[in-house]
């Protein structure tokens, strides 16, 4: 797989966010000194507030700087720039998810992506070189094996046959690892576990602790926050259908790897898309940006 990377490249990805965030009590990190790389944010421009690189206490929103997305589709595209690059899974919907706008894999498109591979490049403060041009990849193209990561938004509407279930089983054999977002309640959770059936036929999604290696590969998280969509968070709202506790849950391959990870009854995606709104609340944003950050920083080391 093109993109295997030893361990020993990614062991100076914790390599520091500056001392003063060690004032931030949201943000307990392990702070190293870095070189830099690619441009940075200045002191005011981060939409996360907070000390830098996350900001200041001045205003917190700014637009993103990232140039437009990549459209895969079925063709294909150009390799990725960067050693990571966000990458979307197109897939296909249930017929039950109705007549609503666009695809259930487009949900928060493109802003989410722009918005959290800005974050992930100028706001993080890692090492990781990271393009600026997310892309969108079909399960059965030939590119879904470029991506060390690839994401999944409103899982419980998606549907795979078994060529596509054969494909992400291999995906995640030669390396990859699956990071599934935005699903809510019991009845999209039995979908999401009956369509992971297919590709892990032997392997049950479990519950991670807060002590897993994950939760603390880059920034430390102690709790699991229930990020709800801007709208739910204007009316003081965060849960939606029978999804009222938010949990952090995994799949764990024979050999003891995290090969997928679900952030289940609650919406990262959104915050991901909102967060230059200031009628989207800080502390999801915060939230959410930090487990996206973790997941990824995961995936490129483990």
């Given at each position: 797989m093109k993109f295997e990377i030893s361990n020993?490249?990614?062991k100076a990805l914790r390599v520091g966010l500056p001392l003063l965030l060690v004032a931030l009590a949201l943000f307990p990190v392990r702070a190293q000194l870095r070189p830099e790389l690619g441009p940075r944010t200045t002191p005011g421009d981060s939409p996360l507030g907070g000390l830098p690189p996350f900001g200041t206490v001045s205003p917190r929103r700014r637009a993103p700087r990232a140039p437009g997305p990549v459209q895969m589709g079925r063709a294909g595209a150009s390799e990725p720039v960067g050693e990571f690059t966000f990458m979307r899974t197109i897939y296909r919907t249930l017929s039950t998810y109705g007549p609503r706008w666009g695809a259930a894999w487009s949900t928060d498109y493109?802003?989410?992506d722009d918005n959290f591979s800005?974050?992930?490049?100028?706001?993080a403060g890692t090492n990781l070189n990271v393009s600026m041009r997310p892309v969108q990849v079909e399960i059965m193209d030939e590119h879904l094996f470029d991506y060390p990561l690839i994401y999944f938004v409103e899982p419980g509407h998606m549907e795979l046959n078994e060529e596509e279930a054969a494909r992400l089983r291999e995906y995640v054999a030669r390396g990859g690892f699956m990071f599934f977002d935005d699903f809510w309640g019991s009845v999209?959770?039995?979908?999401?576990?009956?369509q992971l059936k297919?590709?892990?036929p032997d392997l049950e999604p479990q519950e991670l602790p807060l002590t897993h290696p994950i939760f603390h590969s880059y920034l430390d998280i102690t709790e699991a926050v229930q990020v709800p969509n801007i709208y739910n968070a204007q009316r003081g709202v965060t849960s939606e259908k029978d999804g009222f506790v938010p949990y952090y849950m995994g799949i764990v391959d024979?050999?003891?790897r995290l090969v997928a990870f679900f952030s289940r009854n609650s919406d990262l995606g959104d915050a991901w898309e909102w967060i230059n709104d200031p009628r989207y609340p800080v502390?999801?944003?915060?939230a959410a940006y930090k487990v996206g950050i973790n997941v990824v920083i995961y995936a490129m080391s483990h």
């Open positions: 020993l490249k990614f493109p802003n989410a800005v974050g992930l490049r100028e706001w999209e959770w039995a979908n999401v576990t009956e297919k590709v892990f024979k050999r003891g502390k999801y944003g915060l």
